[in-house]
């Protein structure tokens, strides 16, 4: 495995950090904190790479992380937690799983191969994940995501060799 | 590729296989209308098929976790496996695991009570989350990064889940009826399956039948995060895979997911159409215990397993008459085969698909 | 019927979080799915939750829901009539 980029995004100001982008993508808004940062960080290791990387068949989407979706968890929480004032948001549930921020990647660039979640302890934990799947030689190459919601995204893009 | 080598499940219809495919036969659910998850009271009641947690409520641990390693101490026992070895790792398929709690840390619980060092992983994928399980642990063993694998799916209800199907209208106030004119949405579900894996080899087989999973893939429909592509582009893809795996005429049936929702099995059906697979058998097991998230794959994938190696497909309970755009094989009684592989595929949010071809092999298979 | 138009649409930007639109830029007639805002089903439920959390609305029935949801202008018809808070 070759490493051809690597992106490091701290988890702030992303409204900021989404506007530098220059790109117009009005989906942005409607993510969640997990989602926007995966989707933030992918953004900018692509503008570092090359969009031309991605292959639609053949390009894999590997995120893990410890907390995963419970910032978003807790927001659903509170839509239907009180039920005197019960309205629990359709928009809030779809993102009560973590895997939504790899569809996001996959919907925008048309990637129709592999999108992986992992929770795990600390990002070390993804590499023989991330070993074992490009092993299997399915793979030209692979986003690979460390999603933090609250702290940041530590993102690469591996070649297969 | 890899063996399974032993597998268990809990479920509300028994707490082991034997039961659970006999309840099956007879055409029994696990679905009762609740007004509460347990303890939790519902502002709208749910049709559900729960499973009786207080055995597993003891101290020491949640009762999550106590599930899993009740669910996943038979198998280990069977195998023979020594799960204290680090060369053996816990992979837990799981959508919420403790809601509060990373699951990472409740990973980490049920593998130390089998004094097992290695870093458990935990896959999240959704609905897809068991076959995508059982995927990564085949993958780990084939390149050597361990030994063995067990491979536990396990979800237990809570209130925050079922008010989110509802919000998002996908469940049905009566039993579902996957592949059905008059199906409603799904019903949710509740259960736990193990399974225990290693690389195949011929010196594992004795003379019976071994089941090993030959590979799968997972694929994106890259088209919306909730709803299923329509034209079913990530599972014909995961079938398209598949089928590279496996003769289609060697297949006793395809296990889908089938939870009933308008547009999932429509989405099916059209994959399963554009992969020509019209003909081959159908067979969707939701109706028995609804969907059990996390555990869908593992489970799902052990019952097409233990009813095939008896001769028979169970029937799609809650099924009628056809309700897709493509008439799929999908049947309401039960039929016989002879055949010796299936595919298991699953859908889920984000997108995502995932399937893997499950055949029994003999010694001169493997020697080859 | 003007103001309740308004307060809709600030309304469906908030559930929505259409955070670069204003109330402007909404027209009245506009469909609302499809080409218009491009909205989704998640979205047409979220404005169904929405509908029942301030105006005490249960918009039940899906073609109910599909024509009253075509445009604000509907939408805001029926508001009027059938609002209970």
Known sequence: MKIIGEVILED??????????GIDYPKFYKMDGLSRLGWLATEKLLQQVGTEVLDSERTCIIMASKNACLHNNRAFEATMKDHNNYFPSPA?????????????????????GETAFYELNNEDELEPIVKATMATGRFKNAIVGWVEEGSGAKLRLVNDN | MVTILSDHI????????????????????????????????LMQPIMASLLDLTPYQQEGHTTFENLCIACARPAIERSGIDA???????????????????????????????????????????????VSAMLIASRMIEAGIYDYAVVIGCDIQIELVVSGFQCVHAVSDDECKPFDKNRQGLNI???????????????????????????????NDANHISGPSRTGEGALR????????????????????GTAT?????????????????????????????????????LETIITMHTIEQGWIPACRGYEQQGTTYAVAVSQQERATDKKSF???????GGVNSAIVVEATTNSQLAK | MEQLEQELKARIIEALNLEEMTVEQIDSDAPLFGEGLGLDSIDSLELIMMLDKYYGIKLTDKTIAKQVLANVRTLAEYVNEHRTK
């Not at chain 2, 059906?269 to 992969?275: D, Q």
């Open chain 2, 238 to 257: 995961c079938l398209q895979d598949c089928l590279a795996l496996v003769d289609k005429d060697t297949l006793a049936c395809v296990s889908v997911h």
């Open chain 1, 92 to 112: 809030l549930f779809v993102y009560t799983v973590p895997n939504i921020v790899t569809g996001e990647i996959a919907i925008e660039h048309k990637l129709y």
């Open chain 2, 10 to 41: 809990i479920t509300p219809l028994a707490d082991n296989v034997e039961g659970t495919l006999q309840a099956i036969r007879d055409g029994r659910s696990g679905m009762t209308r609740h007004t509460d998850v347990h303890g939790q009271s």
């Open chain 1, 12 to 21: 702030k100001d992303l409204m900021q950090e989404y506007k530098e982008l």
């Open chain 2, 189 to 219: 579900g509740e259960a736990a399956a193990t399974m225990i894996l290693t690389l195949s080899d011929e010196r594992l087989t004795c003379n019976e039948n071994r089941w090993c999973i030959m590979g799968g893939s997972v694929h």
């Open chain 2, 84 to 130: 204290t070895s680090s060369r053996c790792v816990f992979i837990l398929s799981t959508t919420k695991g403790d809601i509060w709690t990373p699951t990472a840390t409740t990973a980490r619980h049920i593998a130390q009570a089998f004094g097992n060092p290695t870093t458990p992983i935990v896959v999240n994928m959704a609905c897809t989350s068991g």
């Open chain 2, 343 to 349: 595919v298991k595929m699953l859908s889920g949010f």
């Open chain 2, 262 to 298: 308008d547009y999932n099995d429509e989405m099916e059906s059209i994959a399963l159409h554009r992969a020509e697979l019209d003909d081959t058998p159908i067979s969707a097991l939701k109706g028995y215990f609804g969907h059990t998230m996390g555990a869908a794959g593992l």
